[in-house]
Every structure is written in structure tokens, then in C-alpha cells.
């Protein structure tokens, strides 16, 4: 259904205290706007009682992905915004009222850009990789602490069981230890949980068929594409994925590239995958060493071809439902075989 023939439109600026909620309808582009105390169980009253079709629009938030399970059945559509794109909302006075209104009228207009959300079988792994994610972060910062303090007493911070000395250190050092061990043993639970959840589902195991790409990856994979029918082709996924860069053009004249907003968690799991691929007996590899050998590309350029190939094969695989089949069959290109899937 295309969004200029929705009976109404509608848009929330949720807060924990209150949400302000703008409307508008296809017949008529005066705005009404209510600020009321936040309940979802009103607000699912205020959109069943609506008459017609309806699309929702709320701004990308901690609680939009709660929001959008909540609503989801109260209205035909909901569009989760992206607020970096939302400039609009920077200019003149700034109150929820406000904000709602001008959300509505973006939405009416058709100039809204879209942060996909789903509510499916993939929500539990999404979350665990986020908590998983989080709790790196926090581990690594643990490790530079205890590294830098034992820096600053003269050790090379490597040995285990030290004796720094001063009193105070001596306490510090004892607990980022009891912490940095408690944070081992929580991330080995969240592997273990990984490897579960490898074997339930399919779409995990056919990632991890692909060369470099580990359990741990898979499951980020999976919990971030989420469907990859939603990428219109490659070129929208390697820009999604960060492997490409976008060219600026004006009046006939380039003005070099720029990178778009992408997901870093996948470009890093890309990153980290072609790094494992290259040296194995893999067709990565071969392509890999193909555009050396025979293309001449720096090591660099042709890491990064690698890795774009990686992430495209990544995609075919996850639409396919099928593993990562290498070797087929092989075309002749010259006098060299180069394997088909490359």
C-alpha cells in the first residue's frame, strides 16, 4: 500500500513521562496534536478507535523496538525514522508537540528514510549479540585498565598474579582481576549460547559454511541482516555493509567519495572474516591471490575485492536457504580455471 493513500497519518514523540501524538488524514493537511501522560494500552485504544487505514511513524529510539511490537497490529503500517535524517526537527522551538507535528507532516510527505525493524523469530538473537556486544566493550575497557596500571608501576602488564607494590594499586589491580574474570566466564556463556543457536537455525549454519566466517559471526550475520530481501540488490548491501563508497557528482564534475552510513558490526565481521579466508584452502583465497597474480592489485585492493566478494556471497547464501557450495564447476578463462563462483 503506498503511503499517499493512507486514511490517516500519525506520528508519536514517546517519552517515559508523556507522548505527543500529531494527525493527519488523506482528506485534509491541518495537524491536531494531543499530549497526554504515556500509556501504550491508550494509545492502542486511540488507533483501533481510528477509522480507515493508518500509518504510524515514531523516531528511532531505545524504545521503538517495543513500540513497533506493541502496535504492530493496530495499524497497517509503521515506519521507524531515521532522526539523523530528520533535520527539520532542529529548527525553531522544540517541545513534543512541536516535534510530533513536524514527524507527521515529513510522514504525509513522503520524506522520511526508513530504519528497518521486524518483529520475528530473530528478536532473542539480536538481543543477545547486542548484550554480548556490550559486554566486550566492557571487558576490553577492564583489560586497558589493568594493562595501564601496571604500566605505570614499571611491569610490562602481561604476567599473571602480580605484586605491584603500593597498597592502593594492589587493591585495584586484585579487583579489575575479580572482574576480568567474572567477564570471562559470562562471554564463554554467551559462545556456548551461540553455538545453540547455530544449531537451530539454518539460516546461522549456511553462513557459517562460507570461508573465514566463524559461529560468532554467523549469528551477528543473521541478527543484522534479519531478511535479505530487503536490500535490493548487492550494491545496496555493500553500501549497507560499509565495502563501498558513494560518489559525489555536481554539474558533471566528481568531487571524490564518501562513506555512507553503514553498519559497522558487519563491516567489521567482514573484515575480520577475509582476514581468516586468505592463506586457506578456500576460493576467497584464490580470488584473493588471483587479483595479484594475475591483475596485478596491490595486496591492499585486492583485500578489499575479497571482502566485498565475501559479503555479496554472504547475501546470495542467506536468500538461497542453502550452505555455501564451492567448486562447482569451473569456466576456463584463457588458459586458467578459475572457479565458477568467483
Known sequence: MKDSIYDHYIAIDW??????????????????VIDVPSDVVELQTYLKNLRGT????????????????????YVEKILICDPYRNRLLGE??????????????????????????????FIYIRRVVSGYEDMVKAGVRLKNQRYALLRTCGKNGKEKDINVGSQGEQFVLECLDRQIKAYEEEKNGFEKEFVRLARKYPEIKHQKSLPGIGTINAVKIVSRVVSPYRFADKGHYLSYTGLVKLEKISGGRSYGKKN???????????????????????????????LIREKNYPE?????????????LSL???????KYQPYRRDRVKGNKAIPSDL
Open 316 to 322: 546470495g547464501v542467506f536468500r538461497s536457504g542453502k
Open 15 to 32: 517519552s517515559i513521562k508523556n507522548m505527543a501524538i500529531a494527525r493527519m488524514t488523506k482528506k485534509s493537511n491541518k495537524i491536531t
Open 92 to 121: 525553531g522551538a522544540k517541545t513534543d508537540k512541536i516535534d510530533a507535528a513536524k514527524l507527521v507532516h515529513l510522514l504525509k510527505a513522503g520524506l522520511m528514510k526508513e530504519v528497518y525493524h521486524s518483529a520475528e523469530k
Open 54 to 73: 493508518k500509518i504510524l511513524a515514531i523516531e528511532e529510539t531505545s524504545t521503538s523496538q517495543w513500540l513497533y511490537t506493541e502496535l504492530e497490529g
Open 260 to 290: 555512507p552510513r553503514y553498519c559497522r558490526q558487519l563491516k567489521s565481521v567482514y573484515k575480520s572474516g577475509i582476514l581468516a579466508a586468505i592463506g586457506g584452502n578456500n576460493p576467497i583465497n584464490d580470488y584473493y591471490e588471483y
Open 300 to 312: 591492499h585492493n585486492a583485500r578489499n575485492s575479497a571482502c566485498r566478494r565475501l559479503a555479496i
